[in-house]
Structure formats: structure tokens, C-alpha cells
């Protein structure tokens, strides 16, 4: 539960217990985050790709601590592992021993449309953005409303607005990365 690189005890985690909370039921405004994390709560299991992105939502466009992530792994996974879960949050973070660079941030979106180009992953967990075209599926608040309301969809009522703008949360995450490795 220890950071295994000692720079990033010094981190500004953010506490932000509501946005903990949307994280954790699926409630983001980001598809294959929602998508993901709604999967873990409803079978305990979620792919490797999708842990990754939802790791580093909630570490990198969050800036909650990793620690609180794992917890809620550990909780919910099947196949928590008492060694595998703490390093795989700390290499998402940065601040483990093989740590992926603080800088790597995956973006949501992209990823979903690189791994579920089609959607179908998205569909199935987040039923409420089934009837969307592929093109919007991963993005829906670009949907032109016309077709928002043809699919049911109210953004903010019945499928979540982002909790965070995710190019925002980049910029914050860096800097505060930026931030600890100058201490």
C-alpha cells in the first residue's frame, strides 16, 4: 500500500468522494470507462485493456489516489491478486517499479474507438447507448440532438455529462506530475 517510488508520497491526490463514487458505478460520461467499470460490478471481472483505461481515468483525469482504486479492485475482482493488484495501480500511476511514464495518459475516447470501434462492448454494459451510431457511441455528447433524442438519450438525465473535460485532466495531471518529480 506503499508508493514503491518514495517521490510520489509527496502526490496531491484530490479527495473527491463524488467523483469516486461516479468512477465506481460506471457514472463517468465515459463510455468505455462506464462501460468497464460496470462490467467489474456485474460479473467481478473486466479485461486487462479496460482496467488499464480505467486506471488511468481514475489516477490521471481524476487524480484520485491509486490506492483508492485498488481498494475498490480488490473488492470487486475475482482474480484480485495481493501482489498483481497494487502493481498494476502503481504502474498505471507511475509510481511503481516498472511504472509507465507519468506522462502516459490514456485519452477514453480514443482508446474506445481504438478497441471497441464497433461499439459492441459499450452496448452491452451501457445499455442506455445502444440505439447510438458507432460514430457516437464513444463520444456521445457530440451527437447532434436530433439523433440523441431519436435514440432516447438526454446527456446529463438518463446517460451522465463527463464528470471532467479528459484534455483538462490531462493538463492538470501533468503538471501535477511535473510538480512531484521537481520535489
Known amino acids: 500500500m506503499e508508493n514503491f517510488r518514495s517521490e510520489f508520497d509527496a502526490f ?3 479527495s473527491a468522494p463524488a467523483a469516486l463514487r461516479a468512477w ?20 467481478g471481472w473486466m479485461h486487462n485493456r479496460v482496467r488499464m483505461i480505467a486506471a488511468s481515468f481514475l489516477v490521471k483525469d481524476l487524480l484520485i489516489d491509486w490506492r483508492d482504486g485498488e481498494e475498490w479492485f480488490w473488492d470487486t475482482l475475482v482474480d484480485a491478486d495481493a501482489a498483481n493488484n497494487p502493481a498494476s495501480w502503481q504502474w498505471v500511476a ?6 509507465a511514464p507519468y506522462f502516459r495518459i490514456f485519452n477514453p ?3 474506445g474507438e481504438k478497441f471497441d470501434a464497433d461499439g459492441s462492448y459499450v ?7 445502444a440505439k447510438l451510431p458507432d460514430r457516437y457511441v464513444h463520444r456521445p455528447w457530440e451527437a447532434p440532438a436530433s439523433v440523441l433524442k431519436e ?7 438518463n446517460y451522465p455529462s463527463p464528470i471532467v473535460n ?3 485532466a490531462r493538463e492538470r495531471a501533468l503538471a501535477a ?3 512531484t518529480r521537481s520535489n
Do not use: F, K, N
Open 166 to 168: 479528459h484534455s483538462d
Open 123 to 129: 452496448r452491452r454494459y451501457v445499455p442506455e447507448l
Open 24 to 43: 465506481q458505478s460506471g457514472r463517468t460520461g465515459y463510455p468505455i470507462v462506464d462501460a468497464g467499470m460496470r462490467e467489474l460490478w456485474q460479473t
Open 177 to 179: 506530475y511535473r510538480e
Open 151 to 157: 435514440c432516447g438519450i438526454t446527456i446529463g438525465e
Open 109 to 111: 475516447i480514443l482508446q
Open 94 to 99: 507511475g509510481s511503481g517499479a516498472d511504472a
Open 12 to 14: 496531491d491526490w484530490r
